[in-house]
């Protein structure tokens, strides 16, 4: 089981990891480290890395895993009851680990310098583009003192997209300055474009009033070492993000 920690200014009882391939018991196309039990792995390999995770992160309770839809619902996640429908989860209590999984789609990580809420975020372009960070941000008490990381996704130079995510996104602006910073976000590529979705969660957060953004220098596709990747491989595992509010 392996992770890095993120490098970000977190309040000391803000933790968090993000897993990487190895130190894990899957084989194959999952192989290690894979958190994911809907990819086709086997269930007691999956388990058996959850496991471990769990240990090697010292966590009290089992982290909130979510049944990500690529939608844009937000749960609190001391009351989540098996695994929800969902692609975010809150928490403003210790001790209740929220994490999402993901291959290429982008994790992102909040909390507040008081270190008092945090949520963890699936943000693929669907999500992203339908403001499931804004939707993630309502549920803090103030945005003004929030940090965000931003995990591993695919980079800008190997997310190849067409017009429609384009217009998904321009469809969705909050002011000028936001789709400024959209357009911006989308190189031409011949007939699509090639997309950074790092600078779209970033054009996102700052139209919110969120501006301690850090992170955002991965590229999943071209990291098979360390990364899964479903554009890369089509059949492959999960990392996982997580972040939890320590004293519990």
């Not at 098996?82 to 692609?87: F, N, R």
């Not at 210790?94 to 943000?123: E, K, S, Y």
Request: glycine share 8%; aromatic share 8%; with cysteine.
């Amino acid at each position: 089981m392996s992770f890095f920690v993120p490098d970000w200014p977190a309040p000391d009882n803000v933790r968090s990891a993000i897993t990487v391939r190895a130190g894990g018991l899957s084989e194959g196309p999952f192989n290690q480290n894979n958190l994911a039990f809907h990819v086709g792995d086997m269930v007691a390999d999956v388990q058996a890395n959850r496991d471990a995770l769990k240990a090697m992160l010292n966590l009290s309770r089992s982290p909130v895993w979510l049944n990500q839809v690529h939608g844009t619902e937000v749960i609190y996640a001391p009351d989540a009851k098996d695994i929800p429908d969902a692609d975010g989860s809150f928490s403003d209590q210790a001790g209740v680990p929220c994490v999402v999984m993901t291959a290429d789609c982008l994790p992102v990580l909040l909390c507040d310098q008081n270190g008092t809420q945090i949520a963890a975020v699936h943000a693929g372009w669907r999500g992203l583009a339908n403001g499931i960070l804004r939707k993630t941000l309502s549920q803090f008490s103030s945005v003004k003192n929030i940090l965000a990381y931003l995990g591993p996704a695919v980079g800008p130079q190997a997310f190849e997209v067409g017009v429609d995510v384009r217009e998904a996104f321009l469809g969705n602006v909050q002011n000028s300055v936001h789709r400024g910073a959209i357009k911006k976000a989308f190189i031409d590529s011949n007939t699509k474009y090639l997309a950074d979705i790092y600078a779209l969660a970033r054009a996102e957060l700052h139209s919110c009033g969120v501006s301690a953004v850090h992170g955002g220098e991965f590229c999943t596709v071209n990291d098979p070492e360390r990364f899964f990747s479903y554009r890369r491989d089509q059949v492959t595992g999960r990392n996982a993000s997580l972040i939890w509010l320590d004293g519990a």
